[in-house]
Nanobody, 120 residues
Framework: QVQLVESGGGLVQAGGSLRLSCAASGRIFSINDMAWYRQAPGKQRELVAAITRGGNTNYADSVKGRFTISRDNGKNTVYLQMNSLKPEDTGVYYC??????????????WGQGTQVTVSS
């Protein structure tokens, strides 16, 4: 009964900013890593940023220095602050979480995605 829900996507001009949120809910025992992926039309889904429960982060080279991933463990929420957006950042952004549900089994969960469109 775990659910991840993304929010915060939209249309923005190049150079602008957006802040994505992803809240996990349901019968969750523990959340390990959380991450953001994106998929542009005709391209493979790619990892954008990831964060461990302890706060260690990893970013795709294309977004380093522009995006910041953070999390609030008390709210089971991960954020992606996106600054200096470029048209090539356009795509559907998906939240991912590796977690243990109430049945004590680890699994990856995915949100439904939120569209980010950056105009030139």
């Amino acid at each position: 009964q775990v659910q991840l829900v993304e929010s915060g996507g939209g249309l923005v001009q190049a150079g602008g900013s957006l802040r994505l949120s992803c809240a996990a809910s349901g019968r969750i025992f523990s959340i390990n890593d959380m991450a953001w992926y994106r998929q542009a039309p005709g391209k493979q889904r790619e990892l954008v940023a990831a964060i461990t429960r302890g706060g260690n982060t990893n970013y795709a080279d294309s977004v380093k220095g522009r995006f910041t991933i953070s999390r609030d463990n008390g709210k089971n929420t991960v954020y992606l602050q996106m600054n200096s957006l470029k048209p090539e950042d356009t795509g559907v952004y998906y939240c991912n979480a590796g977690l243990m549900s109430s049945d004590y089994r680890w699994a990856d969960y995915w949100g439904q995605g939120t569209q980010v469109t950056v105009s030139s």
